[in-house]
């Protein structure tokens, strides 16, 4: 079957911004390798949310090549025109995280999605993030500057909102060095806010293609200490997205069509045994759910997180969260924290 659009104009607005920012950053990214002297590209994958009745997307994806580790790029427009008790009309939305290879290349993660009541009130939320295992601090800073440009009246809120929510209580830091984060973000001009989510696209996925492409023209065989690293701090970006990341985990919870599409923040690899030394930092009851997930990973170092994993992992966190559901609480927020479970029961 085929994927049924949303009626509402101002959702078929969005779903063309996403759409528009999605090519631009997969055209970018393979044109990246290529230039690299790589073959790596990008296999489309279609997801359908209840046979296609009421939406679905589209990601492009990557994995195992010589620029990215993982990459995961992804559109989905859900909407419920034809459900009249629920209060959700639509979420449009664009995920994507990017994992390469080289420990001196950074990952980058954004999210741009409008989502829209059914009486007529919509909110967007932003946010892009730079994550480098061994920080360069000139991309940081190139990265918040164009961040700061795009969003120059935003810019101290969203860095500030940033900061909160990517934040780590059980280990005293942050997930990455460079944060924006606008949530439940409109005003009054709805074509002035649409505009900003474009420019804030726009600037993260081109300045992340800069920073990228810098990176690779300059790297040299990497170092152990540098892979040590990489491998420390995508074990702290796997401990992050599956006990802190609000997004991840309701997007599991409202339903199971995209399991693979959902958990494609995470990255190929990571350390068992520091996870398992993380388990006593964590209050409870998130630390059975750290035990979970780490059982749920192969018994190896380091573990690989593949296809198969990734369906594991969905499965222990929906048991954790239907035998915890005070725990939703203590998951990660800006400012204000979206009802986006309660909107789409």
Do not use: C
């Amino acid at each position: 079957m085929q994927r049924k659009p949303a009626t509402s104009a101002s959702a078929a607005h969005a779903l063309g911004l996403v759409t528009a920012l999605q090519r631009r950053f997969v055209q970018g990214l393979e044109k990246l390798a290529i230039d690299q002297g790589s073959g790596q590209r990008f296999s489309a994958v279609e997801w359908l949310r209840d046979a296609g009745r009421h939406g679905g997307g589209m990601r492009f994806e990557t994995a195992d090549d010589e620029i990215i580790g993982r990459g995961s790029v992804n559109v989905s427009q859900v909407h419920y025109d034809d459900v009249a008790e629920k209060k959700l009309g639509s979420a449009n939305a664009i995920s994507t995280i990017i994992h390469p290879v080289h420990p001196l290349a950074p990952s980058v993660h954004i999210h741009i999605s409008w989502t829209e009541m059914k009486n007529g009130q919509g909110y967007w939320r932003i946010m892009a993030d730079l994550n480098p295992s061994n920080e360069h601090p000139a991309h940081t800073a190139q990265f918040f500057a164009a961040l700061k440009k795009a969003a120059p009246t935003q810019f101290d809120e969203a860095k500030a909102q940033g900061e909160r929510y990517f934040y780590i209580p059980a280990l005293a830091r942050h997930r990455g060095v460079a944060h924006f984060y606008l949530e439940n973000y409109r005003t009054g001009d709805a074509a002035a806010d649409y505009a900003l989510a474009r420019s804030i696209g726009e600037a993260a996925i081109d300045t992340y293609l800069a920073i990228l492409t810098d990176a690779m023209l300059n790297a040299a065989k990497p170092t152990d200490a540098q892979r040590a690293a990489q491998l420390a701090y995508h074990t702290l970006y796997f401990l992050q997205v599956l006990t802190l990341d609000r997004g991840t985990t309701t997007g599991l919870l409202v339903h199971d069509q995209n399991d693979v599409g959902i958990m494609g923040s995470l990255p190929a690899y990571v350390d068992r045994r520091l996870l398992s030394a993380w388990v006593e930092r964590m209050q409870p009851p998130q630390d059975l759910l750290l035990h979970a997930l780490i059982a749920a990973l192969p018994n190896t170092s380091p573990a690989l997180v593949d296809t198969e994993v990734k369906a594991q992992l969905a499965t222990v966190l929906r048991r954790h969260y239907s035998a915890h559901p005070e725990a939703i609480g203590m998951q990660a927020s800006g400012d204000t924290t979206p009802a986006t479970v309660k909107n789409h029961s």
